[in-house]
């Protein structure tokens, strides 16, 4: 019995290596892929430019505001007001004012000479390099593409963002490998698409989502979609993709200001009631600093996800031999 379970075991082994060819389209000669170089960007919908699937362009209350690839902005006295002018007072009123979103840059690391240091709405891309994690051990985190609300009061008879989509896209290509250099070419990562929605809410009253840092902060949220372990195939070995949100402030802490937002603000901007996302203080502006992480896939996890069949297959040759050596025992 024993025998025939072992037996039983190397053929499946050998149907594995035989998927796993088919998989790669060949021999797996290359070593894994220790750093890569990339750039990445993010884009607002805003041009019938490829628009992915799925993808929302911009919405708004009352009159439009300003879309463009890089920065949405609302508010009274578009083009001459400046979004940047964070001097309205928290709660303010009617002072003509704009609010904006914008993708940026990080403004972590020192400046370079002559570089002012803001990178809040510079529009990206941001390239830099990355490293692989390898059997659940090293890898770095690639510093991606901010998001900022610029957050004045504006006039309760100016228009306001609702809803829009931002589009982010990564490219990689390999520096050094763990074993023979492979192929260089630039790989296209998997896109993701954030559909959100935008709350601004009126500074007076009983603020949605409880107290906050302001007379009723303003909201970005959207609904839950998966951004960790992202597979794809680079030279027949298998990665997950993973973005990840960093401190702003300090790329080694995680998250903030992400968080589940309160089920009245989801209800409100017509999410469901775990929708994520965070909280802006009006007269202040609020960044949102996304990250990427790459992990090598070791093969047996890569077959894993050969598809149903071949997983089914192995469970049962599991359990025969968790059954013969029960029995031996
Ligand atoms: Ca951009
Ligand atoms: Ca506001
Ligand atoms: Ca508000």
């Known amino acids: 019995m024993k025998t025939v379970t072992i037996t039983k075991a190397k053929s499946l082994t050998a149907v594995a290596l035989a998927a796993a060819g088919m998989l790669a389209g060949g021999a797996a000669n290359a070593g894994i892929v220790t750093q890569w170089n990339f750039s990445t960007d993010a884009n607002f919908i805003v ?9 929302a362009y911009p919405t708004w209350t009352g009159a439009p505001g300003v879309a463009l690839q890089d920065k949405l902005i609302w508010g009274e006295n578009l083009g001459t007001q400046d979004y940047r002018n964070l001097t309205s007072p928290a709660g303010g009123s009617a002072t003509p004012a704009q609010s904006a979103l914008t993708i940026g840059t990080d403004y972590i690391t020192t400046p370079a000479p002559g ?3 803001e990178h809040r709405d510079d529009g990206g891309p941001q390239n830099g390099s990355v490293a692989t994690k390898i059997n659940g051990v090293g890898g770095t985190t690639g510093i991606g593409i901010s998001l900022t609300h610029w957050n004045n009061p504006i006039a309760g008879s100016a228009s306001t963002l609702t809803s829009g989509s931002l589009f982010d896209t ?3 290509t390999p520096t050094a490998w763990n074993g023979s250099m492979g192929t260089t070419a630039t790989q296209s990562a998997p896109d993701v698409l954030f559909n959100f929605k935008f709350l601004e809410t009126a ?10 840092g302001s007379t009723c902060d303003d909201f970005f949220g ?3 979609i998966n951004i960790s372990a992202i597979p794809f195939v680079y030279d027949n070995e298998l990665y997950d993709l993973s973005i990840v949100y960093l401190d702003p402030l300090n790329p080694n802490l995680p998250a903030q200001p992400f968080s589940v937002l309160p089920s009245d603000v989801c209800s ?8 994520v996302g965070f909280r802006t203080v009006e007269g202040a502006a609020t960044t949102a600093q996304f990250g990427f992480q790459i992990e090598h896939v070791p093969e047996p996890a890569s077959l894993a996800l050969l598809g ?8 049962v ?3 025969r031999r968790a059954t013969g050596g029960a029995t031996a025992a």
């Open 222 to 224: 959207f609904d839950f």
């Open 268 to 275: 409100l901007m017509s999410l469901s009631p775990n929708c």
């Open 317 to 319: 040759g599991r359990r």
């Open 170 to 172: 990564l490219s990689l």
């Open 308 to 315: 149903l069949g071949l997983g089914s297959i192995g469970l």
């Open 47 to 55: 041009a019938p430019d490829p628009v992915p699937s799925g993808a």
């Open 115 to 117: 570089d002012n240091g």
């Open 203 to 212: 500074n007076v009253g009983t603020c949605p989502g409880g107290p906050g």
